[in-house]
């Protein structure tokens, strides 16, 4: 039973957030492309970012801002130039940024994280954000999350937003997060960006543990095209506004809140898959049996990252074959003999063995799969048995169109 409900609000649904998205003229279509995130009193930050040595210098501003001090007023993004691999002007760029949105806040710039997203190689249009910035701090509103939510977006097809609350000694606790990603996603992170907001009280270390679990259960288990990125971003915002005590150690709370935590992650981690470029499904792997859970979830990785998989669920193919394919080279050891393999409620393979299957009943469910696209109605689950040990793993990822491929051939030109 969730411990937590659903309720409306993204990023400001936590109490003490303000977010803001408007239209700075960075991006050439003219969509919103600037997003703030506000938050009323100084928050403990949390950060995870790509493991690329090739990083933009967003990413390398907020690991070295949080090093010195793990906590944050403010997050700015840009959508339409990366700022990555831009050498010395574009960490002046990024060091510029924070110092101009900390005179409009009257804040200090130490108290900004940033994050950008867009073309690779490119500094950001700064004319165009500087002259933006005032209008952006005027917009910033309690209702903002969705404006916000919009303008981070790239290739994506539609805005990713999420809010639970939950009650931590009779006081409700929320967070709430927003994140874009349609392409260039794979573990660890990818062309991804996450910002969570959350208002209870969490120690520094603690919340930063809670995050980096978090995310090794959701963002660092979808996979769209194998390609990870040079800004991944998620950071992670608590204020302790909602007045409950400090929680400084691992028990009832602590436990609750994570929970609560990896719940968001993943609700937007298979939001990004399921909004993978060209994709008409999502696909959600699982994984039992495995020695332990680690071994498990590399496996839901592999298939859920086979191309062939992917591109045999495209074509509403079940083809059990390169399941069992991809789970045999994920690197981790097992007896064929106990390999298992469903595709929804259908058993294709049992005791490393076919099973003889309605073939135009389970080529008929990869079909549904496809027709309830963006209405979370898409999802093609495959179940996968490995033994009888308790390891246990989910990864997501979607299938492998001929827009994919379109999208990605284009993207520049």
Known sequence: MKDWEVISGGVTAAKGYKAAGIRAGLKASGDPDLALILSDTEAIAAGVFTQTQVRAACVDYCRQRLQKKASARAILCNAGQANAATGSKGVEDAIASAKWLGEALNI????????????????????????????????????GSDAAAKAIVTTDL???????ETQIEGRPVRIGGISKGSGMIHPNMATMLAFITCDAAVSTVLWQEMLTRAVNKSFNQITVDGDTSTNDTVIALANGQSRTSAITKTGENATKLEAMLTAVCQYLAKAIARDGEGATCLIEVEVKGAIDDRSAAQIAKTIAGSSLVKSAIFGRDPNWGRIGAAAGRAGVRFKQEDLQIKLGDILLMDRGQPIDFDRAAASNYLKQAAAGAYLQEDTVLIAVSVGSDRGTGKAWGCDLSYDYVRINAEYTT
């Open 108 to 143: 200090s710039p130490q108290s900004i994280l940033l994050a950008s997203t867009g073309v690779i190689g490119q500094r950001i249009k700064m004319d165009a954000l500087k002259a933006s910035i005032p209008a952006l701090v005027e917009a910033v509103a309690e209702d």
């Open 158 to 164: 539609v805005p990713k937003s999420i809010a639970l």
